[in-house]
């Protein structure tokens, strides 16, 4: 037997089993890399989620310490009413890294996070909210919109040609009961009057404000809600039903659009039975 010759193969033999082992080990990096990266992402999405206000029972916790871990922030006023200088401040709030003592000084914190609006017909920002004030300049009153605890993310203004409209989804119960109020919770639709200065809650049982729209040259809505089907107190919108109402604003009633024959026949269409 030529010894050269099994000595070659015996390297070239085991240079592919090295090559071998070097790729699986390389691809098992990638595949590490690509978990941890996975999960750091859903980790920074859940802070971001989370962004709420603590729930009560995460309160009452700190409370017995006398401590809190969430202070109130202001955002940049933002002119709604051009012509008799109506601004509006969201109230939003920082979280603390740790619990500070509720006898301590708050810190005086400052959001400059947006600028004067232009007036137009309609307008929408988003943040992290757990008030809403009204600042009425000219003379210098300053509206709280609640007395209780409350947190939303998105705020809209849209304007008539008698009014002023201030709306956005808000949550006031940890539904999901994740520890936070936030936007993963059954909200309801407030709806403000600059004019008449009222603030309408607009809510189904059971169900969240999944989106709105105005009808046509009228202060009535068209509302999405999403329904809660399991009872767990969040809506999931990729397995969980919708239905559409409609809300007169001047009545403050909430309409079923599709009717109960008309549902009923096309969730018997869906099911492939006999109507």
Known sequence: MNIVKVKNYNQKLLAVIGTIIALIAFIGL??????????????????????????????????????????VSYDFPRLVDTLNLIYIIPVSQRTLNEPEDI???????????????????????????????????KHDEIKKLFDERISFEEITYQYFEDDIFILFNAAKKDTYKDGVINDDDLKSLFVYSLKEKKL????????DVSNFTFVNN?????IHFGIDQNKDGRFENSHEPTI?????????????????????????????TKK
Not at 200 to 207: S, V
């Open 30 to 71: 990638l595949i590490f890399l690509v978990f941890a990266f996975t999960e750091i992402g859903r980790s920074l999405n859940y802070n971001n989620k989370s962004n709420g206000i603590l729930s009560e029972e995460k309160i009452e916790e700190l409370q017995k310490e006398n401590k809190r871990q969430q202070l």
């Open 103 to 137: 006898d301590s000084e708050a810190l005086e914190l400052l959001d400059y996070s947006g600028g004067f609006t232009k007036k137009m017909y309609s307008q929408r920002f988003y943040g992290s909210f757990n008030n809403l004030l009204i600042y009425d300049l």
């Open 200 to 207: 309408k809650q607009i809510e189904q049982a059971e169900a």
């Open 218 to 222: 009228s202060k009535d809505l068209l």
């Open 244 to 272: 559409i109402k409609k809300y007169d604003y001047k009545t403050g009633i909430l309409n079923t659009v599709i009717n109960k024959e008309t549902h009923n026949s096309l969730q018997k269409t869906l099911e492939g």
